[in-house]
């Protein structure tokens, strides 16, 4: 127990090293690559070859946080939100890790041809998320100590916190969702050309950690017949909550209805379709936790 | 009609059995039980009939109709 401890706390001083190795990197290869240098210096070529096995171990610590998160949120009732919450941004920030290094790839492309500094402002943004999921987990990791529980360990059946927690989850990715599509429809991020395609990788990295937990809550019940998965009452919330959801949408449906017969924005198809969606998560998610959480009848 | 219940009752006598162990006996949710327990949700049949068996009470003994105009007016005289 002791030496599992040590380990962990050698891997988060490890991360936080790496952590301060990249931001070094970025600063030093961006003063470097100016478009009098044609051609990157062999420092630049071996600094930013060594940021990608760094970014791949801090991408192993979030896998380590997502496993204590995840063994947080199954014992642990009166943190179902913050974990769901948290589960999120580990998965997020997990994914766009790879991002830093399509950015950084991309950078070294074509500051010759034109103006970068969009790039880098997003690689010194996604740097910073990264390493508040990495401080908020190491936090977590020193106040929670599950170390010593299964990840796959049996649950009892019709638990409450799984099923809160994917509801939680669903709700969080409902937000980020919406954000992310409305951000990218602003044009802020991207050329107009690429705002469907923007929007299209937006709404996938949002979904990813929903996919995840319930993949997780399936792998979890593999074992029980379909019936036991969840109990009447969770069964009761849940068509409540699709009920609502449903009738919610109906008045956006007419809106949309309208906003394409007077030709009032001349948004993609696409951007509707997802908006409407998202939105539908986020209301039946809220329903269901109101129901399950305040015992409504 | 309201659905009454003495859930609570029987778990106390019943060595103070807790809501978790409660719906780890019949396969539910501890919500479900607290849910039952306040009234807030009528359970199934199958449900109502498995608590049954776990108290060795009949179902009529452990739920029972109460109309709620006779409620109000407890309430009332209270």
New interface residues.
Partial sequence: MKNKKLLINVFSIITLLLFAYCLFAYIYIQSQLTVTMPEPTRVVKILGSITIPALLIIGLYHLFLLVHALKILTTKTEKIFSSSVYIVMIVLSGITLLSDIILLSDISKEYLLWDVSLQWLMLYGFTVFHLLVVLAGIISVQKNPVANLKLFKEI?????NL?LAIHYIAFTTGLVGISGIIFAMTGLVVPADFNRHFMLIAVRLALFPLTLIIVYWVVKMRNKPLR?WI????L?DTSFGALASLFFTLPLYALICLIDLFTVWSLPVSFWVMLIFLIQLVVFSTVVIIR??H??? | MKLKNNIRKLRFDKNEMSQ?QL??LI??????I???E?G?????TV?ALKIAQVFAKPVEEIFTLVEEKRMEVKKDEK
């Fill in positions: 009892d059946r019709g638990s409450d099923f036991e109990d009447e009452k969770q009761a399950n959480r015992a409504v009848n | 978790q719906a780890d396969g539910v949710s501890r919500m479900t607290y849910s039952i306040k807030k949700y009528v359970p199934s449900l």
